[in-house]
């Protein structure tokens, strides 16, 4: 039995046509909603931290990578021992280093910036209907456990005269899923990031996904699925949209 949960995007604080981000998202109708100084919300905080961590620079180089190689290691040698292995009998003489380096691949995704991968695959073109790609592999780590998360993505969006090369999508999806994540936060950040690059008039995003958390340890439970989506814009507003959205990722 799969066990559902699902997120929903808040806008921001600022201004919003069809409920998309235009540097601010804008409420209907124009103008700014009435809110006292320092009331922001918990749904805004969250918002305004996705935004920025989508503009910010990437915080892992090659060279940090070959810097904090050894280091790494002896934490994975430390861990050995900890857990009642013998670090310098055969068969584990190398696993340091062989999971350091794994660890490292498997966090790619601070090495990498979203904006280094859209420069030159948007494209104007005068085409409105919703364009899905789904069934994209996703491969993450729990920042709870350290542990695999794997499943599918699927992505739509309806654009407004520009589209994305339909790699990309799934490049967005990798460099965002190779980090220490939350899948909640994963489905927000590649929602936003799609707004953010092509002021499409709606975003829809679900991730269906396997937590190892969930499965190896605490309640064991080896069918079970995490579903979580976000939706914006007219995805969010019309149901008619969103059902069109949803009915097409099942099919």
């Given at each position: 039995?799969?066990?559902?949960?699902?997120?929903?995007?808040?806008?921001?604080?600022?201004?919003?046509?069809?409920?998309?981000?235009?540097?601010?998202?804008?409420?209907?109708?124009?103008?700014?909603?009435?809110?006292?100084?320092?009331?922001?919300?918990?749904?805004?905080?969250?918002?305004?931290?996705?935004?920025?961590n989508?503009?910010?620079?990437?915080?892992?180089?090659?060279?940090?990578?070959?810097?904090?190689?050894?280091?790494?290691?002896?934490?994975?040698?430390?861990?050995?021992?900890?857990?009642?292995?013998?670090?310098?009998?055969?068969?584990?003489?190398?696993?340091?280093?062989?999971?350091?380096?794994?660890?490292?691949?498997?966090?790619?995704?601070?090495?990498?910036?979203?904006?280094?991968?859209?420069?030159?695959?948007?494209?104007?073109?005068?085409?409105?209907?919703?364009?899905?790609?789904?069934?994209?592999?996703?491969?993450?780590?729990?920042?709870?456990h350290?542990?695999?998360?794997?499943?599918?993505?699927?992505?739509?969006?309806?654009?407004?005269?520009?589209?994305?090369?339909?790699?990309?999508?799934?490049?967005?999806?990798?460099?965002?899923?190779?980090?220490?994540?939350?899948q909640?936060?994963?489905?927000?950040?590649?929602a936003?990031?799609?707004?953010?690059?092509l002021?499409?008039?709606?975003?829809?995003?679900?991730?269906?996904?396997?937590?190892?958390?969930?499965?190896?340890?605490?309640?064991?439970k080896?069918?079970?699925?995490?579903?979580?989506?976000?939706?914006?814009?007219?995805?969010?507003?019309?149901?008619?949209?969103?059902?069109?959205?949803?009915?097409?990722?099942?099919?």
């Amino acid at each position: 039995m799969e066990h559902t949960q699902y997120t929903k995007e808040e806008p921001d604080s600022g201004d919003v046509t069809n409920g998309h981000f235009d540097g601010m998202v804008k409420r209907p109708g124009g103008g700014r909603a009435a809110q006292a100084p320092g009331a922001e919300s918990g749904a805004q905080r969250a918002q305004s931290s996705v935004m920025e961590n989508w503009r910010g620079e990437r915080t892992r180089s090659v060279e940090d990578n070959e810097m904090s190689l050894p280091s790494l290691a002896a934490a994975y040698t430390t861990i050995l021992r900890g857990l009642g292995e013998d670090p310098q009998r055969q068969g584990l003489l190398k696993t340091p280093w062989r999971a350091a380096t794994a660890m490292q691949f498997f966090t790619k995704g601070y090495q990498e910036k979203i904006i280094d991968v859209l420069n030159d695959a948007i494209f104007d073109e005068d085409h409105d209907e919703m364009v899905i790609v789904k069934d994209i592999d996703m491969f993450s780590m729990c920042e709870h456990h350290l542990v695999p998360i794997f499943g599918k993505v699927h992505i739509g969006y309806l654009p407004n005269k520009r589209v994305l090369g339909l790699s990309k999508l799934a490049r967005i999806v990798e460099i965002y899923s190779r980090r220490l994540q939350v899948q909640e936060r994963l489905t927000k950040q590649i929602a936003v990031a799609i707004t953010e690059a092509l002021q499409p008039t709606g975003v829809g995003v679900v991730i269906e996904a396997t937590h190892m958390c969930m499965v190896m340890r605490g309640v064991q439970k080896m069918n079970s699925k995490t579903i979580t989506s976000t939706m914006l814009g007219v995805f969010r507003e019309d149901p008619k949209t969103r059902d069109e959205f949803l009915t097409l990722i099942r099919s």
